[in-house]
């Protein structure tokens, strides 16, 4: 009985590795369309998206757009807080406000008292200088009393070009000082405008990154800004296959969003910086017809359509070992010349017939 029992287990054994053998995996070539392309995944984009960033750092003290918000350039987007900026502001103005007031000042009128007495007792002594003058000539008076007027009167010449000096550098002084102050006053409202974080372009706030009471600098993205309806794509390519790329060639492209859906694109720009982390280039891709609805950061794949050739012999990838052979079905291995690739298929141009049979290779 166990003798038996063996027997029917061995036939059982060889019948099963018979029906293995005969469903072996074989296909013909076959004649069809085929294109060669270069995958690149990928996120669509808002045009002119941006991350927002302050200019100077402080106390995020106010919020002033929810996500969603349609915004014009120049809005308002947050509010920081900065105390000493404000100080620095006030004491700016009042730096403005004494300038401007000192150029009427009692230094100044004090300054135009004295030339004005100056430039009187000039006069007088020329006057004087004038008369003793006139009466040496007449033989009246002495030689030193001549000389005496002559010298006052050139004290106080000297004095009154002096008094004069002095006057013009005040005022001088007084201007650039004034002109100084509103200067100051100005790069400190400047400063302090800094404070508000407005919108650099017209667009929707599609992200806000940051909270009330949180502290913020210039390195701290605050919200994701772009166009409210425009999207492009962009595409990351391996260094391998960006020399294949050009501006116009076509894109086909499925979205997480839309299962099932293929959607066409153009190529429109190629960034021609590699990351060198991710050794890939930024392709950027513009939609022929855009889905309905769209969001930023939606993940995309695509394919980059290199070249297409119609009516040419394929065969299944899985087919071909070694990049150039196939196993026929009598077993026999096959060099062939290939041509075209994609990911399912590839093009065979010579070393195989139509009609002729292979079969999967094993692993």
């Known amino acids: ?23 072996t995996e074989q296909t013909q070539p076959v ?17 002119n998206q941006y991350q927002v960033h302050a200019k100077v750092s402080g106390l995020l ?5 929810t996500e969603g918000d349609l915004v014009k350039k120049g809005d308002p987007l947050f509010v920081l807080s900065n105390e000493s900026s404000r100080l620095n502001t006030e004491n700016a103005r009042l730096a403005a406000d ?43 008076g002495s030689k030193l009393d001549l000389e005496l007027k002559e010298l006052a009167f050139s004290s106080s010449k000297t004095a009154w070009q002096t008094a004069r000096f002095r006057y013009n550098e005040l005022q001088k002084q007084l201007k650039f000082a004034a002109s100084q102050s509103q200067k100051n006053l100005s790069i400190s409202k400047t400063l302090e405008s800094d404070f508000t974080v407005r919108s650099q ?11 009330n009471g949180e502290m913020v600098t210039p ?49 429109d720009k190629i960034n021609p910086i590699m990351n060198e982390k991710s050794r890939t280039f930024v392709v950027e891709a513009s939609f022929v017809r855009p889905p309905e609805v769209l969001f930023p950061n939606l ?8 070249r297409t050739k119609e009516q040419v012999l394929t065969i ?48």
């Open 1 to 23: 009985m166990f003798a038996t029992t063996q027997r029917c287990t061995i036939l059982l054994l060889l019948v099963f590795l018979t029906g293995c053998k005969e469903q």
């Open 299 to 306: 993940t995309a794949e695509a394919n980059i359509l290199i």
């Open 31 to 47: 004649i069809e369309n085929i294109t060669e392309s270069v995958y690149a995944p990928g996120v669509i984009k808002s045009n």
């Open 61 to 65: 003290i106010r919020v002033l757009v």
């Open 316 to 363: 299944p990838r899985l087919y071909l070992t070694q990049d150039s052979f196939v196993m026929l079905g009598s077993k026999e291995k096959r060099k062939v010349k290939t041509g075209l690739k994609d990911y399912r298929k590839v093009e065979i141009l010579s070393g195989l017939a139509a009609g002729d049979v292979i079969i999967m290779p094993s692993k």
């Open 219 to 267: 390195q701290i993205p605050l919200a994701v800004v772009g166009d409210a309806g425009n999207y492009n794509i962009e595409l990351q390519v391996d260094e391998y296959d960006i020399v294949r790329i050009k501006a116009g060639q076509k894109v086909l492209m499925n979205l997480d969003s839309y299962k099932g859906e293929v959607f066409e694109a153009v190529v």
């Open 201 to 211: 372009a017209d667009g929707r706030v599609y992200s806000i990154l940051i909270e």
């Open 98 to 140: 004494f300038a401007a007031m000192s150029m009427q000042n009692d230094r100044l009128n004090e300054m135009k008292v004295s030339l004005e007495l100056a430039k009187q007792k000039m006069l007088s002594d020329s006057v004087l200088m004038s008369r003793q003058k006139g009466l040496w000539e007449q033989q009246i």
